[in-house]
């Protein structure tokens, strides 16, 4: 999951995405990946790999914890595309601004390396710094940092959302 790109879930991450500013010198997605589970089936043929039972997965700051995870590749193991499963998946990524925290749980966690895009199904909610989002269905566009939140395929459910207003780091102390 290149969490950052690859992660909003590479997370993945979800993740989310993913995007960014990290501890390290080296941006996540060039950092290695670490996976554990209760068990894994690779195809490298179909470029698929499965993991299930408790998975974890880490790439540099972000992480993602699901029931299930299935990972598409590329040629020379780039992701394509990661789905998470569980009660719920989980998902951490190292948000834009430094010090600040991303993360989602869902159902099910979508994400799709080349267009940098998280999809959150099922029960799902998404913080970002402070800001809450929670709905059946919610979408996060790393590149063009937008969320989207609606009704699951079914027509059913609403959206929440808290927005807190950003704090200015000139403002004086109130007495």
Do not use: C, M
């Given at each position: 999951m290149c969490w950052?790109?690859?992660?909003?879930?590479?997370?993945?991450?979800?993740?989310?995405?993913?995007l960014l500013a990290t501890a390290s010198a080296a941006e996540p997605?060039?950092?290695?990946?670490?996976i554990e589970s209760d068990s894994l089936k690779i195809d490298d043929a179909k470029g698929i790999s499965i993991y299930k039972g408790r998975?974890?997965?880490?790439?540099?700051?972000?992480?993602l914890k699901a029931?299930?995870?299935?990972?598409?590749t590329e040629q020379r193991q780039e992701v394509k595309k990661i789905?998470?499963?569980?009660?719920?998946a989980r998902f951490e990524h190292q948000a834009e601004l430094i010090g600040e925290r991303?993360?989602?749980?869902?159902?099910?966690?979508?994400?799709?390396?080349q267009t940098s895009r998280v999809v959150l199904n099922g029960e799902a909610r998404f913080q970002q710094?402070?800001?809450?989002?929670?709905?059946?269905?919610?979408?996060?566009?790393?590149?063009?940092?937008l969320v989207k939140a609606g009704?699951?395929?079914?027509?059913?459910?609403?959206?929440?959302?808290?927005?807190?207003p950003r704090k200015s780091s000139d403002e004086a102390p109130k007495q």
């Open positions: 950052s790109r690859v992660g909003l879930v590479y997370v993945l991450a979800f993740g989310l995405a993913l997605e060039q950092q290695p990946i670490f998975v974890v997965f880490r790439q540099g700051p972000d992480s029931d299930e995870l299935v990972i598409y789905i998470a499963t569980g009660k719920p991303s993360w989602g749980e869902a159902e099910s966690i979508v994400y799709e390396a710094g402070d800001n809450q989002f929670s709905g059946n269905r919610i979408e996060y566009d790393a590149d063009k940092k009704k699951d395929d079914a027509g059913e459910g609403r959206v929440q959302i808290v927005i807190h």
